[in-house]
């Protein structure tokens, strides 16, 4: 049988949308997030700081409020993938991007605590609690999206594009960071600079809008409300849900703690300048990026089983080696910058077949709800906690290494876990 030739261009067109649709979303949350995290030192002085609180007091607190927004992610990814799976991808997916794009506006015009004393944190906690809402229902409505449009052999790719666009995003939000801080002054940026990339988030929430509404639902849900099939079994979802996190621990620990707590690391125990740990920030998510892509690519071509336990063994024996050469003073910021590079794109490994590897875990009836779950629970305690565990952790054992500490940990449960992949699951289609 025949297949029309526009046919496959409408196809190919639909499968296109749904990749820019659901990475489009993504970009704008990663790209808040990171800004979030690499102004963390302004943002603790203009909304946690007093006359009776110090620097590194201010910047726990700056975490613990960065921590909790990822706490809320598990509600939303539970709230946001029931309804995902019950009523469709594409209407949750635009809510979802409304209330991230209107929070994220909302902390580009909130008062500091010099205008309204104690309401400040309070007020700038209750919106990272809306973000994190928001955040739980993006990632699993948007790799359901682009894994149930991508073509079997391209599911590691596609989903890959998730990844690359948290890279881009941080990037975004980094160089973004680095240019305000060159130049304005530092009285400019901590006054009013910091709220420019905040704001910015609502042009970029009203394109990402545009482009979802003209998403089409993804045919693997369709086949599923159309054949009215029963309920995926929930003991085996929970499992499946836990056995994600063990997975992904590693790549939500090293994730963080190389491309989103380094600056103030770098700042608050190496004594960098801010320029300096922005620098060094870049480098990491341009590692991160580079690897992402072929990354996915390969596991298509190989396995994820493979790729991912590679990223995840190489964090494990390059941590301390990497932590040794930054505090190292006669190192060179050149080795220093290499040595920066190669763990972002060491992590890059997990992120880039990660997507698809979720979501082969689970049927179309529970995918939006079970992914999602397993991505924003391994972050909320991974990933949002890490600037909160290494900042505190230093502070009281003065011990430089705790992030190597933290990543290797996390890295060799996640390597242990996914040694329990499947080899096959990659030439599998999706379960119904």
Not at 309 to 338: H, R, W, Y
Request: positive net charge; proline residues 4%.
């Amino acid at each position: 049988m025949s297949i029309a030739p526009g046919t496959v261009t409408a196809d190919a067109r639909r499968t296109r949308r749904s990749l820019v649709a659901g990475t489009v979303g993504n970009f704008v949350e990663w790209y808040e997030f990171g800004a979030y995290g690499f102004f963390a030192t302004v943002i603790a002085a203009n909304f946690f700081s007093s006359t009776s609180t110090s620097d590194a007091e201010s910047l726990i607190k700056t975490y613990a409020s960065f921590a909790l927004a990822f706490f809320f992610r598990p509600i939303g990814a539970a709230v946001f993938g029931r309804l995902g799976d019950r009523i469709g991808r594409r209407p949750t997916l635009i809510i979802v991007l409304l209330l991230m794009t209107g929070s994220t506006t909302l902390i580009g015009i909130l008062p500091t605590y010099a205008a309204v004393g104690a309401a400040a944190p309070w007020l700038l906690t209750l919106v990272r609690a809306l973000q994190g809402l928001s955040a739980g229902g993006e990632f699993g409505g948007a790799v359901s999206i682009m894994t149930e449009f991508a073509p079997r052999t391209k599911r590691g790719l596609y989903g890959a594009w998730q990844s690359f666009t948290v890279a881009l995003g941080l990037l975004t939000g980094a160089g973004l960071a680095a240019i305000l801080a060159t130049v304005l002054s530092k009285e400019a940026l901590t006054d009013w600079g910091w709220r420019v990339p905040f704001l910015l988030a609502l042009p970029l929430g009203l394109v990402a809008l545009w482009l979802r509404l003209r998403l089409d639902e993804t045919p693997s849900f369709a086949k599923v409300q159309q054949e009215a099939a029963p309920p995926a079994d929930k003991a085996e979802v929970a499992k499946a849900i836990a056995l994600g996190i063990a997975r992904l621990m590693g790549w939500s620990a090293a994730g963080y703690t190389f491309l989103v707590v380094m600056p103030s690391y770098l700042q608050a125990t190496l004594h960098a300048t801010f320029q300096q740990a922005l620098v060094a920030t870049v480098l990491a998510n341009l590692g991160f990026a580079v690897s992402i892509l072929p990354a996915g690519w390969l596991s298509d071509r190989i396995g994820r089983r493979p790729v991912m336990v590679t990223g995840a063994a190489l964090v494990v024996v390059l941590a301390f080696p990497l932590m040794n050469l930054l505090q190292d003073k006669e190192s060179s910021n050149a080795a220093k910058g290499i040595a920066i590079f190669a763990a972002g794109l060491v992590v890059g490994l997990m992120a880039g077949p990660g997507p698809a590897m979720l979501a082969e875990m689970f049927p179309t009836r529970a995918r939006y709800t079970g992914l999602g779950l397993a991505y924003s629970l391994s972050n909320a305690v991974f990933s949002g906690s890490a600037g909160l565990i290494i900042t505190e952790l230093i502070k009281r054992t003065k011990n430089v290494d705790i992030p190597a500490y933290y990543v290797v940990a996390t890295c060799a449960v996640s390597v242990i876990a996914l040694l329990t992949l499947r080899g096959d699951d990659y030439r599998r289609d999706l379960r119904d």
